[in-house]
T-cell receptor, first 111, second 118 residues
Framework: DVKVTQSSRYLVKRTGEKVFLECVQD?????MFWYRQDPGLGLRLIYF???????EKGDIPEGYSVSREKKERFSLILESASTNQTSMYLC??????????FGSGTRLTVV | AQSVTQLDSHVSVSEGTPVLLRCNYS??????LFWYVQHPNKGLQLLLK??????LVKGINGFEAEFKKSETSFHLTKPSAHMSDAAEYFCVVSDQYTGGTSYGKLTFGQGTILTVHP
């Protein structure tokens, strides 16, 4: 069964910490995406990547960066975590023009 | 640019009655449209998708949706609700082209929480 795996289900971090959220896919997909999900707002795209070392800003990139050194791994980085970044973070991958596969999410709380 | 508006944040139905979840979209290109479902503490699951073939799309668990270009709508329906249908539903539009390259970015609606009463 194909998978997108997010390394942590729950995380609690302190304000100002640098936070890494990891996502790994085993399907050899070109595209990978990071979304955040907030009640009443649906999912909003933070960053995406269509190839190794390539990245594009999504709709809400401020306060985030990403890294894709290998095809199967896409990391989301919160340079200095703030309380307004408390959210559910979802990673996804897809082939070009293909269906998405979503990870199960990381619920991040910044205190 | 593309956007999605789900017209109801909450819908409540009785078990065995029809379900209607409403969605309007805006897209500069010929869109692909999707409905996803998310059960409590579960991941997102694809219910159905429209990609410019038949305008009436059948999905899993008895759901279907009709693409109406003139109304820019893609409403989700089910003839008879089941308790297991209680979940949050997302209408989603995909961009076909971005600068000449298709990345398939998804734009999500705000979500509709479906409650099913016994």
């Amino acid at each position: 069964d194909v998978k997108v795996t997010q390394s942590s289900r729950y995380l609690v971090k302190r304000t100002g910490e640098k936070v890494f959220l990891e996502c790994v896919q085993d399907m050899d997909h070109e595209n990978m995406f990071w979304y955040r999900q907030d009640p009443g707002l649906g999912l909003r795209l933070i960053y995406f990547s269509y190839d190794v070392k390539m990245k594009e800003k999504g709709d809400i990139p401020e306060g985030y960066s990403v890294s894709r050194e290998k095809k199967e791994r896409f990391s989301l980085i919160l340079e200095s975590a703030s309380t307004n970044q408390t959210s559910m973070y979802l990673c996804a991958s897809s082939l070009m023009g293909g269906n998405y596969t979503f990870g199960s999410g990381t619920r991040l709380t910044v205190v | 640019a593309q956007s999605v508006t789900q017209l109801d944040s909450h819908v409540s139905v009785s078990e065995g009655t029809p379900v209607l979840l409403r969605c309007n979209y805006s897209s500069s290109y010929s869109p692909s449209l999707f409905w996803y479902v998310q059960h409590p503490n579960k991941g997102l699951q694809l219910l159905l998708k429209y990609t410019s073939a038949a305008t009436l799309v059948k999905g899993i668990n008895g759901f279907e949706a009709e693409f109406k270009k003139s109304e820019t709508s893609f409403h989700l329906t089910k003839p008879s609700a089941h308790m297991s249908d209680a979940a949050e539903y997302f209408c989603v539009v995909s961009d076909q082209y971005t600068g000449g390259t298709s990345y398939g970015k998804l734009t999500f609606g705000q979500g509709t929480i479906l409650t099913v009463h016994p």
